[in-house]
């Protein structure tokens, strides 16, 4: 099958197990001979440097700005663009030297980016309380969210990873937007095909909050 995983959290080296995670489920799927994509929020351009763009050490562009936010309104009034698949250039990927970059990176047979893809979804689901649908020009399988984002992909299997709702057993601590978290947890919950969680507990905690029924 032809999955593809997000990368929200997948670049982070330290700081979050759900990068750990992710890496590991890659490499999972991987071994059961799965072709493996990588969805990103970066800009990155169709042609023969794609492959080094994916691997540079491009900055993250925010909407955080006067021109961010000008860009912000005309990305949210055009989102239906479709995402192009890339292939990587083998050539390229054979002369990178990979061990520079450690655990960082686990294999990928394609990509898709779209800049500011996450930060986005966010602004999308604020606003209009939906998911921002996105398409893809081409088929894949799967779509396999490691981590909550409101955003779902048209016409294929959408599955999301739901670590923890930590937020929501002890609001007192967290700094977020309760309501919105909530909301778009209880959104996954009725529209993902499958929800997948880390242990039993997070499983019993995501039944009682989010008011599932036992068959979850």
């Known amino acids: 099958m032809k999955i593809m995983v997000d990368g929200y959290n997948l670049r982070l080296t330290s700081g979050t197990?759900?990068?750990?995670?992710?890496?590991?489920?890659?490499?999972?799927?991987?071994?059961?001979?799965?072709?493996?994509?990588?969805?990103?929020?970066?800009?990155?351009k169709p042609g023969p440097s794609s492959t080094l763009q994916f691997?540079?050490?491009?900055?993250?562009?925010s909407y955080k700005s006067k021109l961010g936010y000008l860009r912000l309104a005309k990305d949210l009034i055009f989102p239906k663009r479709r995402l192009k698949l890339q292939e990587f250039n083998s050539r390229q990927t054979a002369l990178i030297e990979f061990k520079a970059m450690?655990?960082?990176?686990?294999?990928?047979?394609?990509?898709?980016?779209?800049?500011?893809?996450?930060?986005?979804?966010?602004?999308?689901?604020?606003?209009?309380?939906r998911f921002l649908p996105i398409?893809?020009?081409?088929?894949?399988?799967?779509?396999?969210?490691?981590?909550?984002?409101p955003?779902?992909?048209?016409?294929?299997?959408?599955?999301y990873t739901i670590h923890d709702i930590i937020p929501l057993k002890y609001p007192f601590f967290s700094p977020i937007d309760l309501?919105?978290?909530?909301?778009?947890?209880?959104?996954?919950?009725?529209?993902?095909?499958?929800?997948?969680?880390?242990?039993?507990?997070?499983?019993k905690d995501i039944r009682q909050f989010l008011v599932l029924s036992p068959y979850y």
């Open 151 to 159: 955003i779902r992909v048209i016409g294929v299997k959408n599955i």
């Open 17 to 44: 197990g759900v990068a750990t995670y992710g890496r590991n489920l890659i490499g999972a799927l991987k071994e059961l001979g799965h072709e493996i994509g990588y969805l990103t929020d970066r800009r990155i």
């Open 179 to 203: 309501e919105l978290h909530h909301r778009m947890l209880k959104s996954i919950v009725q529209n993902s095909e499958l929800i997948v969680t880390v242990s039993e507990q997070s499983k």
């Open 102 to 129: 450690s655990e960082a990176f686990p294999e990928f047979d394609f990509f898709a980016s779209r800049r500011n893809l996450f930060e986005l979804a966010h602004a999308y689901f604020r606003l209009f309380k």
């Open 55 to 61: 691997y540079s050490a491009q900055p993250r562009v």
């Open 135 to 149: 398409r893809l020009t081409q088929r894949i399988d799967v779509m396999h969210w490691t981590y909550p984002i």
